[in-house]
């Protein structure tokens, strides 16, 4: 019997960015949060299990404006993320103010999840094709040396308020990730995009295969997540902004040919309030979405 996926949803960033749960703000044509279309396409693609990495003080928020509406549709469990929170074999994690990163953040959910999962952020919208493909191969193709990343098209992440950052994603010719790089200060001008390189303004393909940190991975990659973590405090006790990021990690595995990491292509449009402006170009999407039969008018 093959074991279904769990969705791993990284939220407990949301109330520190936005002083509470602003960002929820509705943007479907029901009252529907940017995360309620990633939770329903994530059960319509075959996820069984949602585990919601929040901050403890937010959490009757979190389950009056999401948990709450879904009901018992799908398996979910609240894990919960401070700043210091200790993780398995790491028993000196230095007191700070600033969040560990994002792999510290996957690593809280480690006691929870012993299935494959995929990994996303609360405040992006990926689409739906994004979750049937790794639904798929998180059920048929993963394994302890063999994980995915979601790709997007960066013409398809771009804000038409500001500009954004992305990492910029180096594959091989069977579609292997070789590398992330970050790109700053990306931004449309004319038919061109442009970022800030190391040497001054760079110009970047439209087709650029980019990471919005939806990524598959075998239960096994927690105990390299821990390794790598741990080192990572021991490295940078001393500097109080240093965080971990998933990428970070995955190219450690990559280059040390631990792991493997399939780029799953979506052609999906990516969604997301990177400024207050954005919102009424969002609202719009999920509109059209409905109409063309993407969504029900009313998610739950």
């Not at 919005?212 to 390299?224: A, I, R």
Request: charged content about 25%; overall charge negative.
């Amino acid at each position: 019997m093959q074991t279904k996926p769990t969705l791993v949803i990284l939220a407990a960033g949301m109330g520190s960015r936005y002083g509470g749960l602003k960002q929820l703000d509705s943007i479907g044509p029901s009252g529907e949060v940017i995360l309620d279309y990633s939770i329903f396409d994530a059960i319509r693609a075959g996820f069984d299990k949602i585990v919601f990495v929040i901050r403890k003080e937010f959490e009757a928020d979190f389950k009056e404006k999401i948990t709450n509406k879904f009901g018992d549709k799908v398996n979910y469990v609240f894990v919960y993320q401070s700043v210091n929170t200790e993780i398995e074999g790491i028993t000196d994690l230095p007191v700070r103010e600033k969040p560990w990163g994002t792999t510290h953040a996957v690593l809280v959910s480690d006691p929870v999840v012993h299935e494959p999962f995929a990994v996303i952020n609360a405040d992006d919208y990926y689409g739906a094709d994004g979750f049937m493909q790794m639904a798929d191969y998180l059920t048929n193709e993963v394994s302890e040396e063999k994980y995915a990343m979601a790709g997007y098209i960066l013409s398809n992440t771009l804000s038409d308020t500001g500009h954004v950052n992305r990492g910029v994603c180096q594959t091989d010719d069977n579609n292997k990730l070789e590398s992330v790089v970050e790109r700053l200060k990306i931004k449309t001008e004319g038919d061109q995009l442009f970022c800030d390189g190391d040497d001054g303004r760079m110009e970047l393909s439209p087709q650029s295969i980019v990471s919005m940190n939806f990524w598959g991975f075998h239960p096994s990659v927690f105990k390299h997540m821990r390794n790598g973590f741990k080192e990572f405090v021991q490295e940078n006790r001393d500097n109080p902004t240093a965080e971990y990021f998933i990428p970070l990690i995955v190219d450690e595995l990559i280059k040390s040919k631990q792991a493997s990491v399939d780029v799953l292509i979506s052609r999906d449009r990516w969604y997301g309030v990177t400024y207050k402006e954005d919102k009424p170009a969002v609202v719009e999407a999920m509109q059209n979405l409905m109409k063309k039969g993407v969504y029900p008018e009313k998610l739950w």
